[in-house]
């Protein structure tokens, strides 16, 4: 049991100065960088790549191994304590060279600090990179909504699967560019499919575990629970 | 009572009078365990059955859900033991769609996802844009949309407050609830011509400027809509109905909240005092006077608490931008990204071209990335917009509250009562166009 919960005062750290004003002309490329930038450069030397302020807005690329230690760094950190993931979402540009960026969102509520941290994953190799899960708990579905849209696979995340679309979906990754507006099958596919689905009666792997009615499952699903299968069918 | 009990004093909704004439009180008594708010209910009341678990669907098509939410509840007796939600059935793509679109033609689609707070959407859309641009709205433009924000959270606020209602059981609120929304409507009707898709703003400006009168019927407004919350505050604030039903439920501490990335109302009823709108002021919010509400247990109650409060706060910034509205231009005098005159555009050749370029491929503007946050009723909801200077995003993501909010749902309902869980899954204000999207 708990006691009587204390008001967290967001801007509590910093409660002599007065609420931060709305920035008026803001330059496009020449704002004041964000202090946490230079201070997670000084911390972590190898793992930030640059750091680039546009419109106001701090923008860190972190190399892609490294995330996981700078972003803990980040929370933990008495004179950063960024607490609060905003968001977490990939960006993929136009120009196929470009690498996919991972986007995280981080706040500071103590500080009233606002950081963009980005990592660049070359879309030759695997499109993998540590969840951040175990710090921020924001980071569950967040991620399970970005695996889903763009197929980038966050390792260490508990319960990585598909969130917006349904389990079966087999169609790819719908924020690819590489994927159509219309979607990559036709509209007679897509409506068949569509109409094949019933996801109600539909329980995930993860579901279907805690269901007294285990022993009426087929053979070949009670097999795979028993493997140890949790996520999708 | 232990130290760490709270009282409420709490009224009968159909008093008695004493013997002296004053309406007679009764003190706290909401069942058993109940008064103590920080002890959760047994996980099993009936040890012998506990054995059997059983797996139901509450939703999607369940009217207490909110729309088309699906929540697969473990449940041991009455109570439950684990809740998974699936989400996804109101999926359309926006993001995706916003790829194809110009940015103004993204306006009306931020009025489908949220469409409790469809003219706060504009706004929050119109300021991420003009980031992307390096605009400065106009003084006129500035206040407007600060009257539309509030407006279209006292809009979402009233639903909640009604839906919520409903859900737990009582009708009045909800009819009181949703007059006071007709009204607010009107106003909105009468400037932009539409009540819920309204599509208000523009890139670098409104729409429209609000017709002659219409500051009048905002006054009328705010002059009687207070009454109206002090009526739902009598009402259910020491009901010992609504006490009962929703005191001690979906407890979230302050750690665990900032930890879950809720925002908004769901937040600040867990005590911390987040508000976008003072520790990342926009639209210059800095400068109006207006408080926080928090809450100190972060339950139903006092989510209820916070939301009702927000609605009395919202009152005087709408009371402080209408005397601080003056005349003005309303757009941005940009040909970057407003359009000519329509006299000049169909009599010079300049500003024809101009016109032409202007409908036909869209605004660009410079490379570059912008997240603006705006505090909407759910919560912290931002727009993140990627530009390569095309004249469509190369990405436009939105930040939802609602789904944030509702990812603490397992979380939140472990341990209640089926019956608690629609007051908890009330209490979040979910809007399922905006977790979908």
Request: glycine share 8%; charged share 25%.
């Amino acid at each position: 049991m708990t006691g009587r919960f204390e008001i967290v005062a967001a801007g509590s750290a910093v409660t002599d100065s007065p609420a931060p004003a709305t920035p008026k002309n803001v330059s496009h490329l020449g704002g004041l960088p964000n202090p946490s930038a230079a201070a997670l450069a000084g911390r972590f030397p190898g793992a930030v790549e640059r750091v680039v302020v546009i419109w106001g807005e701090t923008v860190v690329f972190v190399k892609p191994a490294a995330v996981f230690e700078a972003m803990q760094w980040l929370r933990d950190d008495p004179a950063q304590q960024y607490d609060f993931l905003s968001d977490v979402t990939a960006v993929e540009y136009r120009d196929f060279e470009q690498p996919i960026e991972v986007v995280w969102h981080l706040r500071s509520l103590p500080y009233r600090r606002f950081l963009r941290v980005k990592a660049q994953l070359p879309k030759k190799g695997p499109l993998e990179i540590a969840s951040v899960w175990p710090l921020w708990k924001s980071a569950d579905w967040l991620e399970r909504e970005c695996y889903d849209m763009f197929g980038i696979r966050f390792t260490g995340h508990p319960d990585l699967r598909r969130i917006l679309m349904w389990e079966q979906y087999r169609e790819g990754y719908p924020l690819r560019k590489d994927f159509p507006l219309r979607g990559r099958f036709s509209r007679a596919e897509q409506l068949r499919q569509a109409l094949a689905q019933n996801p109600e009666t539909r329980y995930s792997m993860e579901e279907l575990s805690v269901a007294d009615a285990f022993e009426d499952l087929p053979a070949d699903m009670r097999k795979r629970l028993g493997t140890g299968e949790r996520t999708g069918e | 009572m232990s130290s760490n009990t709270r009282t409420i004093e709490v009224e009968l909704s159909t008093t008695g009078l004493d013997a002296q004439g004053r309406p007679q009180r009764v003190p706290l008594v909401t069942g058993d365990g109940r008064d103590d708010v920080n002890v959760a209910p047994p996980l099993s009341i009936e040890p012998e059955l506990s054995a059997e678990h059983m797996l139901i669907n509450l939703g999607p098509q369940h009217p207490a859900t909110h729309g088309v939410l699906r929540l697969v509840l473990e449940l041991d007796g009455e109570t439950v033991v684990r809740c998974v939600p699936h989400i996804g059935y109101l999926h359309c793509g926006f993001e995706k769609i916003g790829e194809y679109r110009q940015y103004n033609q993204i306006i009306p689609w931020t009025d489908r996802e949220d469409y409790l707070n469809s003219i706060g959407n504009n706004v929050a859309f119109a300021l991420g844009a003009e980031r992307l641009w390096g605009i400065d709205i106009t003084e006129r433009c500035t206040v407007l949309r600060v009257i539309a924000s509030e407006l279209s959270r006292v809009i979402s606020h009233l639903v909640w407050l009604g839906t919520t209602c409903i859900d737990i059981g009582a009708f009045t609120p909800f009819l009181w609830a949703f007059q006071e929304r007709e009204n607010v409507y009107n106003l909105l009707e009468a400037w932009v011509g539409a009540r819920l898709t309204t599509s208000a703003t523009r890139v670098g400006g409104m729409a429209a400027d609000i017709p002659a009168g219409w500051m009048d019927g905002l006054r009328n407004f705010l002059r009687t809509f207070p009454s109206t919350i002090d009526e739902v505050d009598r009402m259910l604030t020491k009901n010992a109905i609504w006490v009962g039903r929703t005191v001690g439920l979906g407890i979230m501490t302050p750690d665990e909240a900032i930890n879950w990335g809720l925002s908004g109302p769901m937040l600040r009823a867990s005590g911390v005092a987040y508000d976008v709108r003072r520790d990342f002021p926009y639209l210059d919010y800095e400068t109006y006077d207006f408080d926080v509400p928090v809450g100190t247990n972060g339950d139903v109650y006092d989510r209820y608490l916070v939301r009702l409060e927000e609605l009395r706060q919202s009152v005087r910034i709408l009371q402080q931008a209408s005397a601080r509205l003056r005349d003005g231009p309303v757009n941005v005098d940009d040909p970057r990204v407003i359009l000519p005159p329509k006299s000049k555009a169909t009599s010079e050749m300049e500003s024809m071209i101009h016109h032409f370029k202007q409908v036909m491929e869209g605004p660009r503007p410079p490379i570059g990335e912008s997240y603006v946050a705006v505090e909407s009723p759910k919560g912290e909801k931002g727009y993140y917009m990627v530009s390569d200077g095309t004249s469509k995003p190369v990405r436009w993501r939105i930040r939802p509250p609602s789904f944030l909010n509702l990812a603490a749902i397992p979380k939140m309902v472990e341990g209640h009562l089926l019956s608690d869980v629609i007051a908890i899954n009330a209490s979040i204000d979910i809007v399922m166009g905006e977790i979908d999207r």
